[in-house]
């Protein structure tokens, strides 16, 4: 079955440092792949997607993930964060017709000064 | 260009009561998906329409829940009657590829 699994609830990073988001995912195809924020009060904004081609994706607000197909992994990361990326973060894999996107359980990002 | 609406933001009712939720998809966009969170759980798919048909509705969690989308503009999701496992937040996204791209902010549904 399909499945997407985030192992950290949450992350604390300090203001500057860099960041690591980990994504593992379960899936018999070639899988689409998303990394979602979610901000306090918002809405799910799409930072980026994997469909096919490069495996380093590039994002908005500065993040970029990898595909790594033979670590059936998918980490978003971000050389330098800020006090405002804190939120929570969503990985999700879909199949190639795009039909039914599985989401991972989220994980929450904390930033301190 | 505007987002994804949803409405409303946030809805407060009694177990057995109905509620209709409602998402304006981003004008164009045939594809509308409806998600949901349970407190503390994973975002889980419910259904997708192309236009006016469902095109995948299996993750509609029982026949108490009615999603419409009629003429392949807005969508409404109906829960009769609400049951207190009905909390959580319902989001809306649509887009024109195959893939949820754009989501609303959600409505937050609570059942007492």
């Known amino acids: 079955a399909q499945s997407v699994t985030q192992p950290d609830i949450h992350i604390t990073v300090s203001e500057g440092a860099s960041l690591e988001l980990r994504c593992n995912y379960s899936?018999?195809?070639?899988?689409?792949l998303f990394w979602y924020v979610q901000s306090p009060g918002q809405g799910l904004q799409l930072l980026l997607k994997?469909?096919?081609?490069?495996?380093l994706v590039q994002g908005i607000k500065g993040f970029e993930a990898e595909f790594k197909r033979s670590q059936s992994s998918f980490n978003l990361r971000k050389p330098s964060v800020h006090w405002s990326d804190a939120a929570e973060y969503f990985c999700a894999v879909s199949n190639t017709g795009g039909f039914k996107t599985i989401f991972g359980a989220g994980t929450r990002l904390f930033v301190k000064a | 260009e505007a987002g994804v609406t949803q409405f409303p933001s946030h809805s407060v009712i009694e177990k057995g009561q109905t509620v209709t939720l409602r998402c304006d998809p981003i004008?164009?966009?045939?594809?509308l998906y409806w998600y949901r969170r349970v407190m503390g759980k994973e975002i889980k798919f419910l259904l997708h329409?192309?236009?006016?048909?469902?095109?995948?509705e299996s993750g509609m969690p029982n026949n108490r829940f009615l999603a419409e989308r009629t003429g392949g503009t807005y969508s409404t999701l109906k829960v009769q009657p609400a049951e207190l496992e009905d909390s959580g937040v319902y989001f809306c996204?649509?887009?024109?590829?195959?893939?949820?791209?754009?989501f609303g902010n959600g409505t937050r549904l609570t059942v007492t």
């Open positions: 329409f192309v236009k006016e048909s469902k095109q995948d």
């Open positions: 004008s164009g966009h045939d594809n």
């Open positions: 994997y469909f096919s081609g490069d495996t």
């Open positions: 996204a649509s887009s024109q590829e195959g893939v949820p791209l754009h």
């Open positions: 899936y018999g195809a070639t899988p689409y």
